[in-house]
């Protein structure tokens, strides 16, 4: 069965940065849009990026300009670059298949940003 372990979350004041890991086991990884998506407390899980198996990416309008996301297929891991970080942007990361995230949930990686 696939599953994510995502990792690279922590406490980090506004401004700063931090870049996130998903590592994905099974042989999907190549062939398959990845995606961000992320969780705030008291909402719902929305996406945040996604990346194609030809590297085109999209993302949402609140991080467009200061995340970035990207793959590396010898090592089954998708990345989350994440520059001037801004208290909205507090909640659990989690990366998944888009656009339907049939993968089991991974633990996810709590991003914190608070001065």
């Known amino acids: 069965q696939v599953q994510v372990v995502e990792s690279g979350g922590g406490l980090v004041q506004p401004g700063g940065s931090l870049r996130l890991s998903c590592a994905v086991s099974?042989?999907?990884?190549?062939?398959?849009?990845m995606a961000w998506y992320r969780q705030a407390p008291g909402k719902q899980r929305e996406l945040v990026a996604r990346i194609t198996a030809g590297d085109r990416t999209n993302y949402a309008d609140s991080v467009k300009g200061r995340f970035t996301i990207s793959r590396d297929l010898g090592k089954n891991t998708v990345f989350l670059q994440m520059n001037s970080l801004e208290p909205e942007d507090t909640a659990v990361y989690y990366c998944?298949?888009?656009?339907?995230?049939?993968?089991?949930w991974g633990p996810g990686t709590q991003v914190t940003v608070s001065s």
């Open positions: 099974g042989n999907i990884f190549s062939i398959y849009v």
């Open positions: 998944n298949l888009y656009p339907r995230a049939t993968i089991p």
